[in-house]
């Protein structure tokens, strides 16, 4: 485990972290990480224009929500696919979350179930029977705050509502940046922790908790992790600790935390200037897409502003404190491949270099059986402060690349929007619900989200 840090600030502060006394100077690039060239695009252009369907809800869905510096997001929707093929679609309403069921074409098939209480959508797990789902749930803490939760539903039923933060651990979750997986025989929620008693009083980290599938908690995780965690992914193995990565703001940039938490040997993946507000939009609401190809390769997409420099802290006498000088004001597509579950660093591939433009709400997805799906939002004539921009909203991108990094289509702008979690469906095809409205990046979200009460299910086949 690692300690906690010295600040009591809460991570999802709205304005930004300011950067440490005694910034660095200008220095080289830090050791062991390296960067590759993506190839030019295939002269074949595939069809990656998606079909929708229109999902009407019972509830309104308020699909906006303010990240750092109030800047704009999608509220997370999550979609995950059953054994038998069905659908389930987690999104909240002021009700409660709602998981609606869906048909594999994507058509509604039955009522919502709403889970009562439920803050967060944190994670998804569809099976032929129902669903669990990690979320917040009212507690009873010294911080007034809620506690993370896994609550499954079987034929309509709840069947199991296990607390993963409380008194006897001394953690609270007011806001689980989450994902939940299962490999068959067990979960694993993996969320952020606020410090409530002990060694961590205050401070913010993570933690990674197992739990059968009848409700109860299972050895292995742990209660403390990344300090604080700015970014989440993780993935499902069939045997071994699930493999997991995370942004962390004192060492600042993204980790392989795959078993080990994020202790200082925690392999590096990529050196980001991480203070809350500026690392904060580099996984898409702070969870990130982490896909496994079929030789126990990983791939992750994020934005990135990269390292112009990265050295250790002088102010921090601990000497885990790493300042980070990054290399651009915006924010570029950038891809990081781990050779396994442990390994770091990897190899990153940009996919955007323009100076002038800003790019949010970076997801990876698999495309068959050896491309890769990368897709993102651009903004033009973005103007960028403590580490987030503003500016005029020109698309949401997809293209391929292969697992090298090698482009395999050119950029196709489509009307889609990817605003949370992807299913892939057995044939490949890739499905996501989302909220059918035009974004706006111009001013920082102030007040309530809008609403819908539609959503559109979208699918790409290979």
Known sequence: MTSARRTTRHRRIRAARKPAIGALAAAGVLAGAWYATAGAATTTAPNLTPTTTAVALTAKFP???????????????????????????????????????????????????????????????????GFALLTRVSDSNKWKETAAAIIRYTNGKQTFRTKLTGTASNDTSPGLDGQLTWNGTKYGAYFVVHGAGGFADGHFGDKLQYVSAKGAK???????????????????ETTGAFTSLCFDDWRSG???????????????????????????????????????????????????RGAASAKKNPDDSSGRGW???????TH??????????????????????????????????????????????????????????????????????DWNGKFQSADKVVSTRISGDLAVLKDGTLTWAYAPVTPTYAKPLTGASPTTTTLRIARLKP
């Open 254 to 304: 993204l980790f392989v935390s795959t078993k080990i938490g994020a202790p200082d040997v925690a392999p590096v993946v990529q050196r980001e200037q991480c203070w809350a507000g500026y690392c904060g939009g580099t996984f898409p609401s702070r969870t990130g897409d982490l896909v496994k190809s079929s030789t126990g390769r990983y791939a992750t997409a994020f934005a990135s």
């Open 323 to 329: 300042t980070v000088k990054p290399k651009t004001s």
């Open 218 to 236: 299972l050895s292995g995780g742990w209660g403390w992790g990344c300090s604080h965690n700015e970014g989440i992914a993780l993935h499902a």
């Open 332 to 401: 570029q597509v950038a891809v990081a491949f781990m050779k396994n579950r442990n390994s770091g660093p990897g190899k990153a591939v940009y996919l955007t270099s323009a100076a002038g433009t800003e790019n949010v709400n970076v997801h990876v997805a698999p495309y068959g059986k050896d491309r890769l799906l990368v897709s993102w939002e651009s903004l033009k004539n973005a103007k960028c402060a403590s580490g987030t921009c503003t500016g005029t909203f020109t698309g949401t991108h997809l293209r391929l690349i």
């Open 63 to 129: 699909y906006l929500s303010a990240g750092y510096n109030n800047t704009r997001e999608w509220t997370r929707t999550t979609t995950a696919v059953a054994p038998n093929g069905t659908l389930r679609v987690a999104w909240p309403a002021a009700d409660g979350i709602h998981v609606t069921p869906l048909t594999a074409a994507g058509k509604r098939s039955g009522a919502d179930t709403v889970v009562k209480g439920a803050k967060e959508v944190g994670g998804l797990v569809a099976h032929n029977n």
